[in-house]
């Protein structure tokens, strides 16, 4: 079965440094991946996804995501965190009924 | 464009108690789903309409919860009788149709609390 692991379950990141949040999937085929933002009180945001082609997507708000098929994995990156990026980050991969299978999450602490 | 409307926000009940929540989706989004998200976990897939028909709802406990979306449109999810543990935010989602590549779009959820 489709699943998704998020091995870092908090981050603390200095504003204005870099920031990477992992995520590792298990499927046979090359999934859909999607990488999901939560403010406290909102809903999910979209903020990439990755079906096929280059390897590197580019999302909104300045955040990119490597598809790496040799390691099983999807990691999220920006290059300078701001203090509004602080949130939940959901990795997540499509089930076979098209539906999402979410990680547990990332929580993002940004200090000044 | 309007997003997904969900209501009530907020909801508390006691133990035992039935509940009811209502979803509308983004206007002809024919895929629609439900997502329980227990505080500290990411969203768990509880049932998944196309239309008016179900896709997936092999996640649903239907000895106390159901759904269902009747025209296709707005949808509405049960709980009768609650527990303790169905304490989480209520997520509902919507997508234009079927496909791995489509875009889900989330309402702000309802937030439950049984006590």
């Known amino acids: 079965a489709q699943s998704v692991t998020q091995p870092d379950i908090h981050i603390t990141v200095s504003e204005g440094a870099s920031l990477e949040l992992r995520c590792n999937y298990s499927y046979g085929a090359t999934p859909y991946l999607f990488w999901y933002v939560q403010s406290p009180g909102q809903g999910l945001q979209l903020l990439l996804k990755y079906f096929s082609g280059d390897t590197l997507v580019q999302g909104i708000k300045g955040f990119e995501a490597e598809f790496k098929r040799s390691q099983s994995s999807f990691n999220l990156r920006k290059p300078s965190v701001h203090w509004s990026d602080a949130a939940e980050y959901f990795c997540?991969?499509?089930?076979?009924?098209?539906?999402?299978?979410f990680g547990k999450g990332t929580s993002l602490l940004v200090t000044p | 464009e309007a997003g997904v409307a969900q209501s009530p926000r907020y909801k508390i009940i006691e133990k035992r108690q039935s509940v009811a929540f209502w979803c509308n989706p983004i206007?002809?989004?024919?895929?629609l789903y439900w997502y329980q998200q227990i505080l500290g976990q990411g969203p768990k897939l509880l049932i998944q309409?196309?239309?008016?028909?179900?896709?997936?709802d092999s996640q649903l406990p239907k000895d106390r919860f159901s759904a269902e979306r009747l025209k296709g449109v707005d949808s509405t999810l049960k709980i009768q009788p609650a527990k303790l543990e169905d304490s989480a935010v209520y997520l509902c989602a919507s997508s234009l149709n079927l496909g791995g590549g489509r875009e889900a779009f989330f309402g702000q959820g309802t937030r439950l609390t049984v006590v």
């Open positions: 206007s002809g989004h024919a895929t």
């Open positions: 997540a991969v499509v089930l076979s009924g098209y539906a999402l299978n």
């Open positions: 309409f196309q239309n008016n028909g179900v896709v997936d």
